[in-house]
């Protein structure tokens, strides 16, 4: 064989103990990318060749087999990068990149018609409508059979076989790919199969993507760029017809949504679009449908990938552009080993393929304003005013809301009501003694979920759940400290404003199972209330929303986090986002009430106004002046163990070979029975700043002192 001798195999085990790459003699036909089994000491493991060598120092064993799939090159070196950026191992990267194993292709029968060779001095050939089987004996079920080719379904095989046998036909077994049909639901309204006029601030926004993407000499930086559209300016339209273009030149294209709930409306209005050539990804399809979309895309039988932040590892060639959508939301951050975030993933392709970067947003992360060119839409798509939203002091008002906003309610036919706490209530606590009720497993109060208020003293009814390790327990009819049958709920949560609230109402948030059908049918109602968490300001298209209520706005500011303005800014501006769609240029205005008790805060100020340009200057003069990011790296580091002696020695010993500002270790609160440690460091090489925690970080897990204690690393906590 030509080329290099040598294979360099890196095991697919998660044990953070065995270390790659491992040399193997090379098969033919393994390159690398290649997926092999090799023998490992007694075992036999699988791994991905990670590098090619002229020679080993090793005496060498060869692959026990090579599989059909293997991974492009762009990818290996991806898992290799994301590992090092990352702090995590190429086992676990490359894992992320595979399609599921175990699944194998689904295949049917094909039956094509042989017509009878034409005999050299025969008659011409017959004219249209003949029967090509004239003089042939068949049966009428055989005649039939042959009359339905090519478009035979399968059901009729022993005649087919005796076809076959005759010379009649020829049997073949072919691929039939499992399609995720069920993702094809309809949007709600607007756009169909065929584009929409836009208007002018898309048709320049496209005409500016279309000349970065049509011109490949453009210097890196400029080929990423910030699509800055208002909530409703219609950026899905700019990104369709950006992809349109791609797609028409040969190449392919990523998209990416934060949400699996937002994914089906998303991949529909692409496959109107752009049909069969679209594909999708995501946990909540079915192995064989994830793994016959993944043939699809490397096969480049399908040249688009819509979906949630996996679809960054689709395994397509030749990337022309990479669409981020909604890119301030913190899903595109994996809280799983690798702790990779999908927007960095998503540069580091586009930069790869030297393809053009595309992250769109109402409410741009500073870091993504501060370093993209800046395409903008100032105007909402269906010629509406953007919301009148006004900041409600809620300062000495009694009950959850105020009552301006308690009547807005009533009166609205469509609303959203946003309250960022799920259960019924969120702490229970003895009026007499103050005793509260913990989970036994974390340092943190239970929360009451499914009750009803109890009308016969048996108590709440529903159960008080920990939100950290599952812990359930039967809320308390008396205290367990001091027999007093005085227990108050404090801290509305989601179940029960649900339950206060008049009329039809809608609940989303985690605990509800099948969000989409929640959000389906809101968006068909009449008239109704939508209640719940975050997730019902992320990019829904629901028309006739004439109400937007922000129950607590304080809740996000007040976190502890460099990020509180940011979040509450977007909060805000998001959930402003979703009233006052459809209608029309001249519907009324929809109206925004947010509850607040500090009405004078910038982030809010700059929210109700719209004003993200002057959120954002401000908010990055904000993050130099205090150095975070973008002007900085965050690495932290948390360290956890059932024995807190145990994890604040090992906390200790990391803090010492830390770099030089590094702050703690602190406590964080104790979870699932395990005490836990941080420490954080602010810098701003990132580069060498992770180097170093890792470093710090290996020496301790090397350490038999500290064996057991768990030690984590992320790079750009969320
Ligand atoms: P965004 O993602 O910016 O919030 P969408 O892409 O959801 O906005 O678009 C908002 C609405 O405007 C959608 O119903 C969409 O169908 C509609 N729309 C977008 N572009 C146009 C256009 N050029 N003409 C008419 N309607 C449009
Ligand atoms: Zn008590
Ligand atoms: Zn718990």
């Known amino acids: 064989m030509f080329g290099p001798r040598v294979i360099q195999v890196e095991p697919l085990v998660t044990a953070r103990g065995v270390r790659g790459p491992f040399d193997y003699a090379r098969p033919d036909g393994c390159d690398v990318g290649s997926v092999v089994d090799v023998p490992f000491g007694r075992q036999r493991l699988r791994g991905v060749v990670t590098a090619l060598a002229e020679e080993s120092e090793h005496k060498l064993k060869a692959p026990t087999a090579v599989l059909d799939v293997s991974l492009p090159p762009e990818l290996v070196r991806l898992a290799l990068w994301m590992a090092d950026d990352v702090v995590s191992t190429p086992a676990r990267c490359l894992e992320l990149l595979l399609p599921p194993e175990g699944v194998a292709e689904r295949t049917r029968f094909w039956a094509d018609p042989v017509l009878p060779p034409p005999r050299p001095d025969g008659p011409p050939a017959p004219a249209e409508g003949d029967d090509r089987y004239t003089g042939i004996r068949l049966n009428a079920n055989q005649r039939a059979v042959l009359d339905r080719l090519p478009d035979w379904a399968g059901d009729d095989l022993p005649t087919l076989r005796r076809l076959e046998s005759r010379g009649l036909v020829e049997i073949s077994a072919r691929a039939r790919p499992r ?49 800055h559209g208002v909530t409703g300016s219609g950026k899905t339209e700019v990104y369709l017809q950006a992809a349109q273009r791609v797609i028409e030149a040969g190449r392919t294209v990523l998209v990416l949504v934060p949400e699996i709930a937002l994914t089906p409306q998303t991949v529909a209005r692409f496959r109107r679009r752009l049909g069969e050539t679209v594909a999708v990804l995501h946990s909540g399809l079915s192995k064989g449908e994830r793994r016959d979309e993944w043939w699809r895309l490397r096969s ?21 552009l990479v669409i981020v959508d909604e890119e301030h939301d913190p899903a595109y951050k994996h809280d799983g080993d690798p702790r990779y975030d999908a927007r960095r993933v998503a540069a580091w392709r586009a930069q790869q393929h030297d393809a053009v970067l595309l992250v769109g947003s109402a409410t741009p992360r500073p870091e993504s304003w501060a370093s993209l060119r800046r395409i903008g839409l100032p105007r909402r798509a269906d010629g509406r005013d953007m919301p009148l939203v006004r900041l409600v002091d809620v300062r000495g008002t009694r009950g959850t809301l105020h009552p301006d906003v308690h009547r807005a309610i009533a009166d609205a036919r469509k609303a959203i009501v946003l309250l960022n706490r799920r259960g019924w209530a969120t702490w229970m606590e003895c009026a007499d003694c103050g005793h509260t009720w913990e989970c036994p497993n974390c340092d ?4 009451l979920h499914g009750a009803r208020p109890g009308t016969d003293g048996s108590g709440p009814g529903g159960s008080l759940r920990c939100h950290h390790c599952g812990h359930q327990e039967r809320p308390p009819t008396r205290c367990v400290a001091c027999q007093s049958v005085s227990v108050g709920q404090h801290g509305l ?45 992320k990019g829904h298209d629901f028309p006739d929303v004439e109400l937007g209520v922000v129950v607590d706005a304080d ?29 029309g240029p001249d519907a009324a205005p929809a109206r925004v009430l947010v509850q607040t008790r500090a009405p004078d805060d910038a982030s809010l100020r700059f929210a109700a106004r719209h004003d993200a340009h002057g959120f954002l200057v401000e908010e990055i003069e904000r993050r130099r002046a205090l150095g975070y990011p973008p002007f900085s790296t965050i690495v932290r580091v948390v360290c956890e163990h059932p024995d807190e002696a145990r994890v604040q020695a090992a906390a200790d010993a990391v803090a010492v070979r830390m770099p030089e500002d590094t702050m703690g270790p602190v406590p964080l609160f104790r979870r699932q029975g395990r005490f836990r440690r941080q420490l954080l460091v602010k810098a701003p090489q990132r580069a060498a700043t992770v180097h170093a925690v890792r470093w710090a970080v290996s020496a301790v897990i090397g350490e038999a002192a500290h064996r057991g204690v768990m030690l984590a690393v992320e790079v750009d906590p969320r």
């Open 300 to 320: 480049g039988e399908a040249r688009i990938c819509v979906g949630p932040m996996s679809t960054v590892f689709a395994p397509v060639s030749d990337l022309g």
């Open 444 to 447: 943190v109060s239970l929360v």
């Open 179 to 227: 399609r995720p049909e069920h993702l094809d639901v309809g949007a709600h309204h607007g756009d169909g199969r065929s584009a929409p006029v836009l208007n002018p601030d898309q048709a320049l926004a496209v005409e500016r993507i279309a000349a970065v993407l049509d011109d490949p000499g453009t210097d890196p930086h400029e080929r990423r760029l910030l699509l």
């Open 555 to 583: 809740a996000t500011l007040r976190f502890p986090d460099f990020r509180a303005q940011e979040r509450t800014f977007q909060l805000v501006a998001q959930l402003a986002g979703r009233a006052g769609r459809g209608g």
């Open 493 to 537: 949560g989601t179940e029960q404003l649900a339950d206060d609230l008049p009329g039809h109402v809608y609940r989303l948030d985690a605990d509800v199972r099948d969000r989409a059908s929640v959000l389906e049918a809101f968006g068909a109602a009449d008239h109704g209330i939508l209640v719940g968490t975050q997730m019902i300001a």
